[in-house]
């Protein structure tokens, strides 16, 4: 072996699960940030309009109004931190360490707090068509409130580890704000980033699909919204078709937009906990640069 693939060998291992293909080290240069630079402004001005029309145009506030509103300033909050990450996939992270834990807890807060409101919304559209009768009293606007509330409260307090996680590290002569650059966390990071996605991701996506089946079967009743007369027919009908595209809408969100961003969260999790046990087992490959973290990979979630 010559000493051209010796350097390369030894490179290989010294980056660990750092390593990747020159193909994917361009699309981490060049495509996300071009695709962040397009998530933030579509996201923010649409969001931004949405905000607007709720706030000064909506007259009768309704559950599904307040539940929209915490919906939407969740991806507000969340696409705000996307120009400091922009920024870092071409640059050295000139911020500090107080703001690059303050975006990658906004980050992380605001995607799961729109998991959490998305579920939501889905659990008060299941009451309100399979349980009519019992939505006068539970799809109050006072609930919704104490709801929004509590999710509010389970996403600050279940991320606030994020603060502790993150940090600023080096990689390949340049510095990074993400979470866990110090890999020595990895098995605490793993146990804490798989309980999260459980809690906060599979057992709200699990409670989208129960309902929307629900609510399917419920629509697809041939006698359900017949016994109010014509009217009430044609009522019950523009209800089914509102209910259909929004079992739509919400499930192509949690399929497309969040499932992807959890299964490499956490294969990136395990590759991180491997590497910290195989490096405890081994001897460190010395050289002059110091330690190398993983640079950061944030698909697109919201």
Known sequence: MDSSNISNATYVKDLGPCYFDQGIDKFIQYVLPVIYSLLFFFGLSLNAMVLFFITFRTK???PSTIYMLNLTLCDILYVSTLPFFIYNWVNDWPFGEAVCKICNFLFEANHYGSIL???????HRFIGICYPVHSLSWNSTRRAKLVSVGVWACVL????????FTDIGDYDNSSYCHVLPNQTLSGAFLVYGSVISVGMFVLPFMLVIVCYGLMVRKLL?????SEEGQQGFRAAHRTKQKSVKMIIIVLMTFIFCFLPYHLVEFWRRLILYDSEEEHESTPAVQNNKGPR???PIRLPSN
């Open 157 to 164: 307090t279940g991320q606030a580890p994020v603060l502790y």
């Open 293 to 295: 973290t993983c640079p």
């Open 221 to 225: 009743e041939p006698s359900w919204g």
């Open 117 to 123: 409101f998305l579920a939501a919304i889905s659990l």
């Open 60 to 62: 009768l506030w309704t």
